[in-house]
Nanobody, 123 residues
Framework: QVQLVESGGGSVQAGGSLRLSCTTSGYTYSMNCMAWFRRAPGKEREGVATIDSGGSTSFADSVKGRFTISTDNARNTLYLEMNSLKPEDTAIYYC?????????????????WGQGTQVTVSS
């Protein structure tokens, strides 16, 4: 059974940095598309970044140039490096994965989700 567990969330002041990790277990070798999503208070969940098995990445406009998505070589751990954080980045961040790699940048149709980690950015 596939499991995703996020870590690395916390509280930081505006302009600071955090690195989120998502540790995967189970049949994750075939996860060809992995992503980070977030849900801010009172808002819908939104896609933040994706990475496919070829290493291609995509980002929401709101985080371009500030966030980086990556995996370890075995694709067992997914990372989200967040720099120049803003109060509007405050949200619960979730990692997600799916087996199909096509159209990964569409940020949709994910089969597996983590429980989320809270990120709070104060001004």
């Amino acid at each position: 059974q596939v499991q995703l567990v996020e870590s690395g969330g916390g509280s930081v002041q505006a302009g600071g940095s955090l690195r989120l990790s998502c540790t995967t277990s189970g049949y994750t070798y075939s996860m060809n598309c992995m992503a980070w999503f977030r849900r801010a208070p009172g808002k819908e969940r939104e896609g933040v970044a994706t990475i496919d098995s070829g290493g291609s990445t995509s980002f929401a406009d709101s985080v371009k140039g500030r966030f980086t998505i990556s995996t370890d070589n075995a694709r067992n751990t997914l990372y989200l490096e967040m720099n120049s954080l803003k109060p509007e980045d405050t949200a619960i961040y979730y990692c997600a994965a799916r087996r199909t790699g096509a159209y990964c940048h569409y940020m949709s149709s994910f089969d597996y989700w983590g429980q989320g980690t809270q990120v709070t950015v104060s001004s």
